[in-house]
């Protein structure tokens, strides 16, 4: 089985009508203000998904500022999820600004068959340690009952691009430290986390941390298949596509050349994220 464990779908009147929810959202704006940024409905990843042989997809929208974007769009991926439910698996947004809001949201559509949280991210500003703080009853929550956190990391050097945050790393290892039994999973090979790994504290630390594979192709070379491989275990890596960003082929490429074994490979494209929902589903349950 193929798990896509990162992809983002919008509703039809975000995709119809960017221009007005650029006004609505300073970070929104900052990746789709762009007329060739790529957004995608629920029907063009299925299609998607049937063209490429993946099974299930994780669907996440976007972390939206605005409580009444961040209520519809969640409600878009719940609906789509309820239309597909052998494939799909929604994980909901919520502001950390609003940990009130965000605690009910919670609440209510992991009730209602809510898998995980994600992709949260911080575009125009930092995570701040207040920000955690603030935080901490929805974390702390979360963390009892294992449900998966999916955020949004990326390497603080190099070039630039939409989307690119600015929060520095040792604020998402504040985050785990804080919280080392919740499931973490770092978007974007966790922006060069998994290297500090080495550290055995640190290793010891991020023990229910995964890293997903999302714009791979954009950022690194296929060699980071098996040298994050080798530093933290083939079982922390999670396949993941940020559909519609790039077509999953161009990650089955890499990951045939990338020198692991076929067995690896499984792990990577589906077994590894089947294990931590069913271990979700055993704290939940």
Same mark, same amino acid.
């Given at each position: 089985m193929i ?5 983002h ?6 995709r119809?009508?960017?221009? /007005?929810?650029c006004?609505?959202?300073?970070? &929104?704006?900052s990746?789709?203000r762009d007329?060739k940024s790529k957004m !995608?409905g629920?029907?063009?990843?299925? !299609? ?7 099974? @299930?997809s994780?669907i996440?929208?976007?972390?939206w500022s ?6 519809l ?8 999820a309820?239309?597909y439910p052998?494939?799909l698996?929604?994980?909901i947004?919520?502001p950390?600004?609003n ?15 809510a898998r995980g ?5 911080f575009?125009?500003q930092?995570?701040t340690s207040k920000?955690l @703080?603030?935080?901490r009853?929805v974390l ?9 956190l999916?955020?949004?990391?990326n390497? /603080? ?5 939409p989307? =690119?945050?600015?929060t ?5 290892y ?7 039994? %919740?499931?973490?999973? %770092?978007a ?7 290297f500090?790994e080495l550290?055995p ?5 991020m ?7 999302a714009?791979?192709? &954009?950022?690194?070379? =296929? ?9 933290v275990?083939v079982?922390?890596?999670l396949?993941? /596509?940020?559909f519609?960003?790039l077509?999953?082929?161009r ?7 990338s020198?692991l074994? =076929?067995e690896?490979?499984?792990?990577i494209?589906g077994l590894?994220?089947s294990?931590?929902l ?6 939940s349950?």
């Amino acid at each position: 089985m193929i798990i896509d464990c990162h992809t983002h779908i919008f509703p039809d009147e975000v995709r119809k009508d960017r221009v /007005t929810y650029c006004k609505r959202d300073e970070a &929104f704006s900052s990746i789709y203000r762009d007329p060739k940024s790529k957004m !995608a409905g629920v029907e063009d990843l299925v !299609a998607s998904m049937d063209e490429s042989g993946i099974d @299930q997809s994780v669907i996440c929208g976007f972390p939206w500022s605005d409580l009444d974007l961040c209520f519809l769009h969640n409600r878009y991926l719940m609906e789509s999820a309820s239309r597909y439910p052998d494939r799909l698996i929604a994980f909901i947004a919520f502001p950390f600004s609003n940990p009130g809001w965000s605690e009910k949201e919670l609440e209510g559509l992991i009730k209602d068959g809510a898998r995980g949280v994600g992709e949260i991210a911080f575009y125009r500003q930092e995570m701040t340690s207040k920000d955690l @703080q603030a935080m901490r009853p929805v974390l702390t929550d979360m963390e009892k009952k294992g449900i998966p956190l999916l955020l949004h990391v990326n390497e /603080t050097i190099g070039h630039p691009y939409p989307g =690119k945050g600015r929060t520095p790393l040792e604020r998402f290892y504040d985050l785990i430290v804080s919280f080392p039994h %919740l499931p973490v999973l %770092l978007a974007h090979w966790g922006g060069g986390l998994p290297f500090y790994e080495l550290m055995p504290e640190v290793a010891k630390a991020m023990a229910n941390v995964y890293y997903d594979t999302a714009a791979s192709p &954009f950022l690194y070379s =296929k060699k980071i298949y098996a040298t994050v491989s080798e530093i933290v275990g083939v079982k922390k890596i999670l396949f993941g /596509t940020d559909f519609p960003l790039l077509s999953p082929q161009r990650y089955f490429r890499e990951l045939e050349d990338s020198g692991l074994s =076929k067995e690896d490979q499984r792990r990577i494209l589906g077994l590894n994220f089947s294990n931590l929902l069913e271990m979700n589903r055993r704290v939940s349950g």
